[in-house]
């Protein structure tokens, strides 16, 4: 069996320490990944539902609008139709 020297010793201690410290750096590496995921996720869901708010509103004003331009059409050829028949009758 071979005998473990002081620098034996010290080396393993040295490639413990590193691999311990790799894993550690590797784990604060994936704990930032996943709370800048988790941040990109949240603003995206934040963005989502502002424009999903501004488009009800986008909606409803379109809404309003075409209701409108709907009357206006109905009266105009309401008028135009009441002018041709008065025309035909006389």
Request: charged share 25%; hydrophobic share 45%.
């Amino acid at each position: 069996m071979m005998e473990l020297t002081p620098m034996h010793i010290s080396v393993m201690l040295l490639l413990t320490e590193l691999v311990l410290t790799g894993v550690a750096g590797f784990q604060i590496y994936l704990f930032r990944q996943v709370n800048a995921a988790r941040r990109e996720h949240l603003e995206l869901r934040i963005e989502m539902a502002k424009h999903n708010g501004r488009l009800e509103a986008f909606d409803k004003a379109l809404f309003k609008l075409e209701h409108r331009f709907e009357k206006r059409l109905e009266h105009c050829l309401d008028a135009y139709f009441s002018n041709l028949n008065q025309r035909t009758k006389s």
